[in-house]
T-cell receptor, first 111, second 116 residues
Framework: DQQVKQNSPSLSVQEGRISILNCDYT??????FLWYKKYPAEGPTFLIS?????DKNEDGRFTVFLNKSAKHLSLHIVPSQPGDSAVYFC??????????FGGGTRLMVKP | NAGVMQNPRHLVRRRGQEARLRCSPM?????VYWYRQLPEEGLKFMVY????????ESGMPKERFSAEFPKEGPSILRIQQVVRGDSAAYFC??????????????FGQGTRLTVV
Protein backbone atom coordinates (compact mmCIF):
# COMPACT_ATOMS: atom_id res chain seq x y z
CA ASP A 1 0.00 0.00 0.00
CA GLN A 2 1.76 3.05 -1.32
CA GLN A 3 0.98 6.00 0.89
CA VAL A 4 2.69 8.47 -1.44
CA LYS A 5 2.29 8.16 -5.20
CA GLN A 6 3.75 9.93 -8.16
CA ASN A 7 1.72 8.69 -11.09
CA SER A 8 3.85 10.15 -13.86
CA PRO A 9 7.17 8.31 -14.16
CA SER A 10 8.49 10.89 -16.61
CA LEU A 11 7.83 14.40 -17.89
CA SER A 12 9.37 16.25 -20.81
CA VAL A 13 9.24 20.05 -20.98
CA GLN A 14 10.72 22.71 -23.23
CA GLU A 15 13.23 25.10 -21.71
CA GLY A 16 11.53 28.26 -20.44
CA ARG A 17 8.13 26.62 -19.97
CA ILE A 18 6.51 25.51 -16.74
CA SER A 19 7.10 22.05 -15.28
CA ILE A 20 4.35 20.66 -13.06
CA LEU A 21 5.08 17.55 -11.04
CA ASN A 22 2.25 15.91 -9.14
CA CYS A 23 2.01 13.80 -6.01
CA ASP A 24 -0.92 12.14 -4.22
CA TYR A 25 -1.02 10.74 -0.70
CA THR A 26 -3.43 8.68 1.34
CA UNK A 27 -2.36 9.17 4.96
CA UNK A 28 -4.23 12.13 6.43
CA UNK A 29 -1.81 12.17 9.40
CA UNK A 30 1.05 13.47 7.25
CA UNK A 31 1.90 16.96 8.49
CA UNK A 32 4.86 17.92 6.33
CA PHE A 33 5.64 17.45 2.67
CA LEU A 34 8.93 17.79 0.85
CA TRP A 35 10.33 17.65 -2.65
CA TYR A 36 13.77 16.25 -3.34
CA LYS A 37 15.82 16.40 -6.50
CA LYS A 38 18.14 13.56 -7.40
CA TYR A 39 20.84 13.25 -10.01
CA PRO A 40 22.18 9.83 -11.04
CA ALA A 41 24.73 8.36 -8.61
CA GLU A 42 24.06 11.08 -6.04
CA GLY A 43 21.93 11.34 -2.92
CA PRO A 44 18.61 13.22 -2.81
CA THR A 45 18.95 16.96 -2.35
CA PHE A 46 16.27 18.88 -0.51
CA LEU A 47 14.43 21.34 -2.75
CA ILE A 48 11.39 22.80 -1.04
CA SER A 49 8.85 21.84 1.63
CA UNK A 50 5.45 22.77 2.94
CA UNK A 51 3.70 22.33 6.24
CA UNK A 52 0.17 20.94 6.25
CA UNK A 53 -1.12 24.21 7.71
CA UNK A 54 -0.20 26.04 4.51
CA ASP A 55 -1.39 25.69 0.94
CA LYS A 56 1.50 27.31 -0.88
CA ASN A 57 5.21 27.84 -0.46
CA GLU A 58 7.43 29.63 -2.92
CA ASP A 59 11.20 29.73 -3.28
CA GLY A 60 12.54 31.39 -6.39
CA ARG A 61 11.53 29.37 -9.44
CA PHE A 62 10.00 26.63 -7.29
CA THR A 63 6.50 26.66 -5.82
CA VAL A 64 4.78 23.85 -3.97
CA PHE A 65 1.00 23.75 -3.70
CA LEU A 66 -0.87 21.62 -1.20
CA ASN A 67 -4.54 20.66 -1.52
CA LYS A 68 -5.36 18.83 1.71
CA SER A 69 -8.94 18.01 0.81
CA ALA A 70 -7.75 16.24 -2.35
CA LYS A 71 -4.62 14.87 -0.63
CA HIS A 72 -2.61 16.24 -3.51
CA LEU A 73 0.48 18.35 -3.87
CA SER A 74 2.32 19.69 -6.85
CA LEU A 75 5.67 21.26 -7.61
CA HIS A 76 5.82 24.03 -10.18
CA ILE A 77 9.12 25.03 -11.74
CA VAL A 78 9.04 28.17 -13.85
CA PRO A 79 10.87 28.87 -16.00
CA SER A 80 12.30 25.37 -16.48
CA GLN A 81 16.02 25.11 -17.25
CA PRO A 82 18.06 22.22 -18.69
CA GLY A 83 19.88 21.94 -15.34
CA ASP A 84 16.54 21.04 -13.74
CA SER A 85 16.62 17.68 -15.54
CA ALA A 86 16.69 15.10 -12.76
CA VAL A 87 14.43 12.71 -10.87
CA TYR A 88 12.10 14.48 -8.44
CA PHE A 89 10.79 12.71 -5.37
CA CYS A 90 7.83 13.77 -3.32
CA UNK A 91 8.05 12.79 0.37
CA UNK A 92 5.78 13.08 3.39
CA UNK A 93 6.38 13.02 7.10
CA UNK A 94 4.24 12.38 10.15
CA UNK A 95 5.87 13.85 13.22
CA UNK A 96 9.30 14.17 11.63
CA UNK A 97 10.75 10.77 12.41
CA UNK A 98 10.93 9.33 8.91
CA UNK A 99 9.98 10.15 5.35
CA UNK A 100 7.67 8.21 3.06
CA PHE A 101 8.72 8.69 -0.55
CA GLY A 102 6.87 8.50 -3.82
CA GLY A 103 8.33 6.57 -6.72
CA GLY A 104 9.79 9.61 -8.44
CA THR A 105 9.23 11.51 -11.68
CA ARG A 106 12.03 11.91 -14.20
CA LEU A 107 11.98 15.45 -15.56
CA MET A 108 13.69 16.21 -18.85
CA VAL A 109 13.99 19.85 -19.86
CA LYS A 110 14.85 20.19 -23.52
CA PRO A 111 16.90 23.18 -24.71
CA ASN B 1 31.93 21.22 7.25
CA ALA B 2 31.71 17.88 5.52
CA GLY B 3 28.32 16.50 4.65
CA VAL B 4 27.03 13.01 5.32
CA MET B 5 29.74 10.60 4.23
CA GLN B 6 28.96 7.11 3.07
CA ASN B 7 31.45 4.44 2.12
CA PRO B 8 32.07 2.58 0.08
CA ARG B 9 30.31 4.27 -2.82
CA HIS B 10 30.14 0.99 -4.70
CA LEU B 11 30.22 -2.50 -3.23
CA VAL B 12 30.12 -5.81 -5.07
CA ARG B 13 29.43 -8.98 -3.14
CA ARG B 14 28.83 -12.58 -4.15
CA ARG B 15 25.69 -14.31 -2.96
CA GLY B 16 26.13 -15.51 0.62
CA GLN B 17 28.77 -12.95 1.58
CA GLU B 18 28.33 -10.15 4.09
CA ALA B 19 27.98 -6.48 3.18
CA ARG B 20 28.91 -3.66 5.56
CA LEU B 21 27.84 -0.13 4.68
CA ARG B 22 29.14 2.80 6.68
CA CYS B 23 27.67 6.22 7.32
CA SER B 24 29.36 9.11 9.08
CA PRO B 25 26.78 11.78 9.92
CA MET B 26 27.35 15.49 9.60
CA UNK B 27 29.28 17.07 12.44
CA UNK B 28 26.97 17.70 15.36
CA UNK B 29 24.32 15.26 14.13
CA UNK B 30 23.43 12.40 16.42
CA UNK B 31 20.45 10.97 14.53
CA VAL B 32 20.89 8.67 11.55
CA TYR B 33 18.34 7.22 9.13
CA TRP B 34 18.90 4.50 6.55
CA TYR B 35 16.85 4.24 3.35
CA ARG B 36 16.98 1.76 0.49
CA GLN B 37 16.19 2.47 -3.14
CA LEU B 38 15.48 -0.55 -5.31
CA PRO B 39 15.89 -0.09 -9.08
CA GLU B 40 13.19 2.14 -10.58
CA GLU B 41 11.57 2.74 -7.20
CA GLY B 42 11.47 5.44 -4.56
CA LEU B 43 13.42 5.42 -1.32
CA LYS B 44 12.05 3.20 1.44
CA PHE B 45 12.73 3.84 5.13
CA MET B 46 14.64 1.09 6.89
CA VAL B 47 15.83 2.20 10.32
CA TYR B 48 16.29 5.25 12.54
CA UNK B 49 19.09 5.29 15.10
CA UNK B 50 20.37 7.60 17.73
CA UNK B 51 23.80 7.11 19.32
CA UNK B 52 23.79 3.60 20.82
CA UNK B 53 20.02 3.23 20.36
CA UNK B 54 17.72 1.91 17.68
CA UNK B 55 14.66 4.17 17.73
CA UNK B 56 12.60 2.72 14.88
CA GLU B 57 13.45 -0.36 12.81
CA SER B 58 10.01 -0.90 11.35
CA GLY B 59 11.36 -0.85 7.79
CA MET B 60 14.13 -3.39 8.31
CA PRO B 61 13.73 -6.90 6.92
CA LYS B 62 13.37 -9.32 9.82
CA GLU B 63 16.32 -11.48 8.87
CA ARG B 64 19.90 -10.87 7.74
CA PHE B 65 19.78 -7.07 8.23
CA SER B 66 21.07 -5.21 11.26
CA ALA B 67 22.15 -1.67 12.05
CA GLU B 68 24.12 0.02 14.76
CA PHE B 69 25.30 3.51 15.65
CA PRO B 70 27.98 3.20 18.31
CA LYS B 71 29.08 5.92 20.68
CA GLU B 72 32.24 6.37 18.61
CA GLY B 73 32.50 5.86 14.89
CA PRO B 74 30.10 5.63 11.98
CA SER B 75 26.73 3.98 11.76
CA ILE B 76 26.93 0.54 10.15
CA LEU B 77 24.26 -1.22 8.13
CA ARG B 78 25.11 -4.92 7.96
CA ILE B 79 23.58 -7.40 5.55
CA GLN B 80 24.45 -11.04 6.12
CA GLN B 81 24.29 -13.76 3.46
CA VAL B 82 23.39 -11.31 0.71
CA VAL B 83 21.03 -12.34 -2.09
CA ARG B 84 20.50 -10.79 -5.52
CA GLY B 85 17.38 -9.00 -4.27
CA ASP B 86 19.54 -6.96 -1.88
CA SER B 87 21.08 -5.16 -4.85
CA ALA B 88 20.05 -1.53 -4.39
CA ALA B 89 21.27 1.92 -3.47
CA TYR B 90 21.43 2.45 0.27
CA PHE B 91 21.20 6.03 1.50
CA CYS B 92 21.93 7.43 4.90
CA UNK B 93 20.60 10.73 6.24
CA UNK B 94 21.46 12.55 9.46
CA UNK B 95 19.84 15.27 11.54
CA UNK B 96 20.90 17.17 14.65
CA UNK B 97 17.79 16.52 16.69
CA UNK B 98 14.97 14.05 17.05
CA UNK B 99 11.94 14.43 14.84
CA UNK B 100 13.78 16.63 12.40
CA UNK B 101 13.85 14.30 9.42
CA UNK B 102 11.38 16.65 7.77
CA UNK B 103 13.28 19.90 8.23
CA UNK B 104 16.94 19.47 9.04
CA UNK B 105 18.11 16.21 7.55
CA UNK B 106 20.74 15.75 4.86
CA PHE B 107 21.39 12.72 2.71
CA GLY B 108 24.68 11.12 1.82
CA GLN B 109 25.61 10.09 -1.71
CA GLY B 110 24.67 6.49 -1.11
CA THR B 111 26.28 3.08 -1.43
CA ARG B 112 25.41 1.05 -4.47
CA LEU B 113 25.40 -2.63 -3.56
CA THR B 114 25.54 -5.17 -6.36
CA VAL B 115 25.16 -8.84 -5.53
CA VAL B 116 26.51 -11.18 -8.18
Amino acid sequence: DQQVKQNSPSLSVQEGRISILNCDYTNSMFDYFLWYKKYPAEGPTFLISISSIKDKNEDGRFTVFLNKSAKHLSLHIVPSQPGDSAVYFCAASEGGNMLTFGGGTRLMVKP
Amino acid sequence: NAGVMQNPRHLVRRRGQEARLRCSPMKGHSHVYWYRQLPEEGLKFMVYLQKENIIDESGMPKERFSAEFPKEGPSILRIQQVVRGDSAAYFCASSPLAQKMNTEAFFGQGTRLTVV
